[in-house]
Every structure is written in C-alpha cells, then in structure tokens.
C-alpha cells in the first residue's frame, strides 16, 4: 500500500521522461544559439551568405537562432514542469469506498484493488 505523500509509479516514471526530454531541448537549444551567437560575434561567415560582412546574420544563422529559441523555451517549461510537479503535489486525496486507501485526486480507479472512484 502506497503512503498518502508518494507518487504512483506510473507517474514517477512520466516526470521523469519529462525531466529529460527538457533536459535534452534545453542543451539543443543552447548549442544552437551558441553557435549562431559565435558566428555573429566572431564573423567567421559560416552561417551567413554575405562574404567579408562581419556581424551579418545570414539566413541559415537566422532559421537556426529561430529554431534554437523556442526548443530552450519549450525545454525550461518541460522540465521546470516536471519538476514542480514531483515536488508541489496537490495534497487532495480520493478515499476508495470499498479498500479506503487513499488515490491521488485525478485516479479514476483505487489503486490498490481496482475499483472505480466516484
């Protein structure tokens, strides 16, 4: 039987793949920004179309800063989800009638003998 203050482990297991696919975005995102950013900076034209411009962002620099934008944004709300998730869980409990094991708030069965909580 589960204590009242432990996840279930179906949802352990979804923070935690939730933790790192945010994980991964947030590197991808960084790298790609990071490269965009030492090529503006740095003026080595491998990102953009213009020879000899230092500080042009070309096109490919451009969809690339783009792309890497949103793909951190997206990581840092991922995992900054599964995180507060695991750690501010909602103390509000469903009492099974027939076990009275207490279930987490969303569970639409008991899970301890499988009963359909109303």
């Not at 204590?3 to 949802?11: D, G, I, L, T, V």
């Amino acid at each position: 039987m589960r204590r009242e203050n432990e996840m279930s482990p179906a949802k352990q297991a979804l923070y935690g793949l939730l933790r790192t696919i945010g994980l991964m975005m947030i590197v991808i995102g960084v790298v790609l920004i990071t490269v965009v950013m030492i090529d503006f900076i740095t003026g080595c034209e491998v990102l953009s179309d213009s020879v000899g411009a230092k500080g042009v962002l070309g096109p490919r620099g451009l969809s690339l800063l783009l792309i890497g934008i949103p793909i951190l944004g997206f990581g840092i709300v991922t995992t900054r989800s599964a995180f507060t998730a695991t750690v501010y869980r909602p103390a509000f409990t469903k009492t099974c009638g027939s076990c009275k094991t207490k279930n987490d708030s969303e569970a639409k069965f008991c899970d301890q003998c499988g009963t359909r909580l109303d």
